[in-house]
């Protein structure tokens, strides 16, 4: 019998490691645990068409290399799509569920045996040599000879502010599923807490029924402009350079600085990056300006971007977590800005609502959240520094927690955790194996997409995940197979 493996999320992270997976030979069976459909996670599981990636079609693939795969599906299906487009996610849904079956079909009809779990795991634990039992919500159990990790990210960050108001209608604790938002009664007043792309996600939705919003932030900034994010076709970073950076050189933040500078004139016959992007101080003029600018073919920063993504995961996974965190930390606002940019589309339709004066984005959060006096609808807002205000409802889109991993003194690991006195971090290696982190020694258990943030930068990407999952099963197919007697059914 040939290894028995078991995915643990069944998003666009488990579905493109499934792909693989499903061909490699010497699995005889793939069980995926999931309490929801396959191929619809929290970013691509939408049903509302008008949300779009922020990234092009060229790197929003289950393949890394070569022609988009999204492209060859949705050019199958008679869309007149380019390799540049920002699709609407709910395509990607479609995309990763139908390569799911497919692969399933393929597999089953090769001998492998595919189950879909739809639960969510608990914990993983060492059984025997050489396997492992996952221990469902449902009080099910699977086992397996190889986990694999692919939970995402699908627990959304509550700010304190209005933590203790959660379960009020008023409150939407996750700008997705949008529903609750399309649900609103006519001319609400919203505060939208967050201005980064779920809480454009927000605003877009919201302007779009003609409601009254505020986005708050500390940063009071949106993201910058872009038509398009795809991979080179020449590098434009200086490689040997980049992969001789250390954590712990002073001159890091000089040199990283300098290199990026460089790859950026690159792009655009050596333009400079303040020619390439607004300073204007007011929002809505910036906003306007770098519209133009992308437009009209001058944000040339934007093809250096994928390159760079990929080069930070690259020069990154060796160092230290603590070092990569506090790197991260120093270029958060970067990040945020260029790397998760908005599409034109987005950027147009946000100028509209700011201009009709239907949005506004202030650089402040909440002080106090009060229910409304009275038994009135909505919320009373305190702010430093400003007046009061009324909100009908509270959105808050302040990103997602990342999935943590807890382990035990008897190896097991909880996917869930709350507080144990006796839990540790695992260490996750370079190649995304799980190890005992007293002796190093290496599990027969990997992290991939939003699971690996331990080990990879920039995680809430495909193509970093889709990366990951080609060396994942490349790996596997390299191995021989090994004969087990574990079922890797429940029991
Ligand atoms: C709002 C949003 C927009 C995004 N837009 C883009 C984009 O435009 N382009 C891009 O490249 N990337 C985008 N991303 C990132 C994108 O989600 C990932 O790159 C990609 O979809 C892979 O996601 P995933 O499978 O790792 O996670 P998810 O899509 O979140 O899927 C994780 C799955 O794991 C399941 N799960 C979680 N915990 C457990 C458990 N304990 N047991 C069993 N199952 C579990 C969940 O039910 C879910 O189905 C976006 C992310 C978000 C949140």
């Known amino acids: 019998m040939g290894k028995q493996v078991i995915i ?39 049903t509302e068409p008008f949300l779009l990636c922020n990234t092009s079609v060229d790197v929003t693939s289950m393949d890394p290399d070569g022609e988009s795969d999204l492209l060859r599906y949705l050019a199958a299906r008679g869309w007149p799509v380019h390799r540049d487009d920002f699709v609407p996610r709910y395509l990607v849904g479609q995309y990763c569920r139908e390569r799911f079956l497919e692969h399933r079909r393929e597999a089953e009809q090769a001998g492998v045996r595919v189950r879909h779990h739809t639960s969510k795991a608990r914990t993983v634990t060492p059984v025997g040599a050489d396997g492992y039992a996952v221990e469902l919500a ?8 190889d986990v694999l990790l692919c939970q995402g990210l699908d627990r959304p960050v509550v700010p304190d502010v209005v933590r203790e108001h959660l379960g009020n209608p008023a409150l939407s604790a996750s700008v997705y599923p949008v529903d609750e938002l399309r649900r609103l009664p006519e001319n609400s007043r919203v505060l939208v807490i967050g201005s980064k792309l779920a809480a454009v996600d927000a605003a877009l939705i919201l302007g779009r029924a003609r409601h009254r919003v505020t986005m708050a932030s500390r940063s009071g900034t949106l993201p910058a402009v872009r038509t398009r994010l795809r991979r080179s076709e020449r590098p434009r970073l200086d490689a040997s350079a980049w992969n001789g950076l250390s954590p712990d050189s002073p001159s890091l933040d000089r040199d990283v600085t300098r290199l990026l500078l460089a790859a950026v004139a690159r792009t655009g016959n050596g333009t400079a990056l303040r020619r390439q992007t607004s300073t ?85 959060i909440p002080q106090s959240v009060t229910p409304a006096p ?45 507080a144990a006195k006796d839990a540790v971090a695992p260490y996750v290696a370079g190649d995304l194996r799980v190890c005992d982190p007293l002796t190093g020694e ?29 060396a994942v099963a490349d790996r596997f ?8 007697s574990l079922a890797g059914r429940p029991v």
């Open 442 to 470: 290496p599990e027969r258990i990997w992290v991939l997409g939003g699971a690996s943030h331990r080990r990879t930068a920039i995680v809430n990407y495909l193509n970093t995940a889709a990366q990951q999952s080609k």
């Open 374 to 418: 009275d038994g009135g609808r909505g919320w009373q807002v305190k702010w430093a520094g400003a007046p009061d205000e009324h909100f009908d409802h509270i959105v808050c889109a302040t990103g997602y927690h990342k999935p943590v991993l807890d382990r035990l003194p008897d190896g097991t690991l909880r996917l869930d955790p709350t």
């Open 138 to 145: 449902d009080g099910r159990r699977l086992t397996g000879t």
């Open 8 to 46: 643990i999320g069944g998003g666009g992270t488990g579905v493109s490691l499934f792909s693989r997976l499903s061909r490699v030979p010497g699995i005889s069976s793939i069980s995926i645990v999931d309490p929801n459909p396959i191929g619809l996670g929290t970013a691509f599981g939408t």
């Open 280 to 364: 204007a101080e007011r929002l809505t003029e910036r906003l306007a300006e770098e519209l133009e600018l992308a437009r009209t073919g001058r944000a040339h920063w934007q093809d250096a971007i994928a390159e760079i993504i990929q080069a930070v995961n690259h020069v990154s996974a060796n160092w230290r977590y603590a070092a990569r965190a506090a790197v991260l930390n120093r270029y958060r606002s970067l990040v945020a800005r260029y790397i998760s940019a908005i599409p034109v589309r987005n950027a147009a339709l946000l100028l509209e609502h700011l201009s009709a004066g239907t949005l506004s984005v202030v650089p402040r």
């Open 477 to 484: 197919a390299a191995e021989e197979p090994e004969p087990t």
